[in-house]
Each structure stands twice: as structure tokens, then as C-alpha cells.
T-cell receptor, first 116, second 119 residues
Framework: AQKITQTQPGMFVQEKEAVTLDCTYD???????LFWYKQPSSGEMIFLIY??????QNATEGRYSLNFQKARKSANLVISASQLGDSAMYFC?????????????FGTGTRLKVLA | GAVVSQHPSRVICKSGTSVKIECRSL??????MFWYRQFPKQSLMLMAT?????????EQGVEKDKFLINHASLTLSTLTVTSAHPEDSSFYIC???????????????FGDGTRLSIL
């Protein structure tokens, strides 16, 4: 069965420090994509970063990087130099394409609070 | 680029009324759009996949007659909550996929969501 697991319901980090949000996944497919989204309290879903199963390098987008460990089936999000505006809910999602749809499987999310 | 507009952002209405929510892709064409429901402090729950020109594909447990989806053009999908009741109160959010692009690394682009409150 395909599944995304986020084991940290809540995290705190001090402003300007780095934080890692965990995400593990389960799929028997060889081809898949992993996505991270940020959801502030206002509700919109903001796309942060993508990692493909065949990508050899870890994805990076500004202060966001993805620690992709394929053998462990983990795709942890690292936020460097945390800012107060990073306080939000963070969702990890997986897309497995073979069925011809583009559906996501979402994790339960991690609520991050950045402390001043 | 890849902007998705969702309207209205908030709706408060009486029990028994029907509510229509629009999801528009503003700067791209979307063959596929998705409708999600989110309860407070929970993850997004996929309700249905909306395909332009064909019937929507509903997830198990989602009432087709309660949640009517129409995807009449490549830029517009609508979700109508029929005869809404207080238990239908929730946050509804749509997303869209750009047409004719390799799916592999294309993210879903989300609207800002609609907070529906049924009194």
C-alpha cells in the first residue's frame, strides 16, 4: 500500500536556526515524485520543493532542501535559517503515476512554530 | 505563473441551500483539477478528480449527489454542495495540473480555499 508518514505533529525551532521535518513513504513503484507544501494559517497551499525518485541529487530551493534517502524511503525537508514567517503547517505528498492520474497521497502534516 | 483562483473564499449560508465554489486556472490550461476537503488541524482529503469534458472520479465514501463537480472548460471547475447541512461545514480547496506537461515533476497548484459554514 502507498503511504506517507509524518511522525512529528508539532515542532519548535528558534529563529535563524535550521530545522528538519521528517517524511517517510511507502511504495513498491520505482517511479514516483515527492512534494512538500507549506500551509499558513490562512489556508493556501504553497508548493516548496520536489524530488523525483530517479533524481541523483537532493533538491534545493533557496532555504529549502530535501534530504532524500531512497534506501530508507525518507524525504525530509530541511529549512535553513528559520524565519518567523516559516511558522505554518507542512505537508509531505507523494505522487505515483502509473494509473494515469496525478493524485497525491498526503501525510498528516507537521505544525512548525518558529520562536523569536 | 501557474495561478489558481478559487471563489468565494468564505461562505456562510443557511442549512438546505446549495453552494457553488469555482476553481479557475488563470494562466494555464488544466485538463485535471482536484477537489479536497480539510477538517481543522487535519490533512487534505481528496474528494474527487475533475477531468475536463468527462465525469469526475469520486473517492470512496464521497457522495456524488451531494458534491456535484463540473469541469466544463480547460480553465474552470466547479464544486456544488447541494442541500448543505452543518456537517458539510469545512475548508474546501481545489488544485490544478497544467495540461500537456510531463507529469513527473509538475506540482499541483492550489487555490486559496473556501471556508464553508452552514448554519
Amino acid at each position: 500500500a502507498q503511504k506517507i508518514t509524518q511522525t512529528q505533529p508539532g515542532m519548535f525551532v528558534q529563529e535563524k536556526e535550521a530545522v528538519t521535518l521528517d517524511c517517510t513513504y511507502d511504495t513498491s513503484d520505482q517511479s514516483y515524485g515527492l512534494f512538500w507544501y507549506k500551509q499558513p494559517s490562512s489556508g493556501e497551499m504553497i508548493f516548496l520543493i520536489y524530488q523525483g525518485s530517479y533524481d541523483e541529487q537532493n533538491a534545493t530551493e533557496g532555504r529549502y532542501s530535501l534530504n532524500f534517502q531512497k534506501a530508507r524511503k525518507s524525504a525530509n525537508l530541511v529549512i535553513s535559517a528559520s524565519q518567523l514567517g516559516d511558522s505554518a503547517m507542512y505537508f509531505c505528498a507523494m505522487r505515483v503515476p502509473p494509473s494515469g492520474t496525478y493524485k497525491y497521497i498526503f501525510g498528516t502534516g507537521t505544525r512548525l512554530k518558529v520562536l523569536a | 505563473g501557474a495561478v489558481v483562483s478559487q471563489h468565494p473564499s468564505r461562505v456562510i449560508c443557511k442549512s438546505g441551500t446549495s453552494v457553488k465554489i469555482e476553481c479557475r486556472s488563470l494562466d494555464f490550461q488544466a485538463t485535471t483539477m482536484f477537489w479536497y476537503r480539510q477538517f481543522p488541524k487535519q490533512s487534505l482529503m481528496l474528494m474527487a478528480t475533475s477531468n475536463e469534458g468527462s465525469k469526475a472520479t469520486y473517492e470512496q465514501g464521497v457522495e456524488k449527489d451531494k458534491f456535484l463537480i463540473n469541469h466544463a472548460s480547460l480553465t474552470l471547475s466547479t464544486l456544488t454542495v447541494t442541500s448543505a447541512h452543518p456537517e458539510d461545514s469545512s475548508f474546501y480547496i481545489c488544485s490544478a495540473m497544467p495540461q500537456n506537461r510531463g507529469y513527473s515533476n509538475q506540482p499541483q497548484h492550489f487555490g486559496d480555499g473556501t471556508r464553508l459554514s452552514i448554519l
